[in-house]
């Protein structure tokens, strides 16, 4: 292990860990015959999908996330398709989580395969951070067959960036310094957050790398991009400010919102609901343990073609209760969603919140079944708090 600290002068040590080939590692793990093949996970290459992750072996021809099947099978056209097992899954990304737990009580975590860990000073047990996030590799090693890449950083972005070189079982430490090294001479879509459109759009301006980026003033980016244009200019500087947040610390919400990317794109309509309960309930919990209410339900749906739409529904008075929002947002998926187009995200949203206060008048005109559907929910939320939120769940959000 490392015995010279890198960070020792760094305000903040941010870890971002990033679990290699998610999916199709797990699948692996759990059927050994597929070690050293190809493997595909997210539907049959016939569907009109797309690839949610890769083995590494199918990686070296050129498939990635994202790639529509077809594109998968004809690149790799030997390889094993799998449409995925999503309780596996977010049963393995709940061990993980309580994994990263042990290492730091800042935790936040930014999807199913990856966290960002604010671990200052959680190192003195260790020795060195590096000692810390060897062992924590070590520990996800043993308990679950699986590795991760992790990115050390005293940044947010650039522990995102980090965690990215060197994989699979990678671990990264960068500071501004090794930031600019690295990825100055990098197309600029080698940003995490620059995708193909952006990089187009740079391109007309005349900006190809990282570095021509990085030397364009904010305020000529401002006026090409707008806001996005500071970003920008932030990002291919390194520059990050943005905190860490454990779920109990995180700031104050203008809206609550819970959403997923689905292991495989989904058409059944059974499973939509499922999920958009199970959405509905994870938010409407967040608004009831920080006392808020919201009148306006908002769902987003991204098909299977990256296509997203969002749908909103302002309620006569504002709930926090996961039955109305379930209900609402049920009526503004569109029809075509599940019988003609298939789902890759969902994910559903309570927005222009108030305070619940209590209030003689508003309880006098609440009718008996809303106030029974509270009564239930706080029963409900005793549960889950003393038990753990998976100790009672909503019938339904089976998938």
């Known amino acids: 292990m490392g015995g010279v600290d890198r960070t020792v ?5 941010i870890l971002h860990v990033d679990m290699d080939a998610f999916f199709a ?30 083995s590494y072996e199918a990686r070296k021809y050129g498939v990635h996330s994202g790639m529509p099947m077809k594109e998968a099978k004809r690149k790799c056209p030997d390889a094993v398709y799998i ?10 990304s709940a061990i993980l989580q309580s994994i990263f737990e042990k290492y730091s009580p800042v935790v936040e975590p930014f999807s199913i ?38 990115g050390i950083a005293p940044t947010k972005y650039l522990a995102k960036m980090a965690s990215g070189e060197n994989k699979p079982d990678g671990l990264t430490i960068i500071d501004c310094e090794d930031f600019k090294r690295l990825f100055y001479p990098r197309q600029v879509d080698a940003l995490w957050g620059v995708g193909e459109s952006t990089k187009k759009l740079l391109e007309k301006i005349g900006v190809r790398t990282v570095a021509d980026l990085a030397t364009r003033k904010e305020k000529q980016l401002r006026g090409y ?24 610390n995180r700031p104050h919400d203008k809206s609550m919102s819970h959403e997923t990317t689905l292991a495989v794109d989904i058409s059944e309509i059974d499973k939509i609901y499922a999920t958009l309960l199970w959405l509905s309930d994870k938010v409407a919990m967040r608004l009831r343990k920080d006392n808020y209410h919201g009148r306006t339900v908002s769902v987003k749906v991204r098909s299977s073609d990256f296509n997203t739409i969002t749908r909103d529904k302002t309620l006569f008075r504002p709930t926090d209760q996961s039955k109305v929002i379930y209900e609402t947002a049920k009526k503004l998926v569109p029809r075509e969603y599940g019988l003609k187009i ?58």
């Open 83 to 92: 449409s995925g097992t999503l309780n596996s899954y977010t049963y393995t």
């Open 25 to 54: 590692a797990i699948e692996i793990r759990n059927h050994p015959h597929l070690k050293g093949k190809q493997v595909i996970v997210g539907g049959d290459e016939n569907f009109r999908s797309v690839v949610s992750t890769c």
């Open 113 to 150: 395969d990856e966290v960002f860990m604010d671990i200052t000073g959680c190192h003195k047990i260790y020795g060195t951070v590096e000692n810390l996030v060897t062992l924590m590799k070590e520990e996800i090693k043993n308990r679950l067959s699986l590795t991760c890449s992790a």
């Open 9 to 13: 002068n760094w305000d903040r040590v």
């Open 225 to 248: 991009f707008g806001k996005n244009g500071e970003a920008l200019s932030h990002i291919s500087r390194g520059i990050d400010h943005t905190e860490v947040y454990s779920y109990e």
């Open 342 to 399: 298939k789902i890759r995200l969902l994910g559903v949203r309570v927005s222009h919140l108030e305070k619940k206060h209590t209030n003689l008048q508003l309880s006098l005109i609440e009718d008996k079944s809303y106030k029974k559907l509270c009564a239930g929910s706080v029963a409900v939320d005793k549960i889950r708090d003393r038990y753990g939120s998976s100790s009672i769940k909503l019938a339904g959000t089976r998938l």
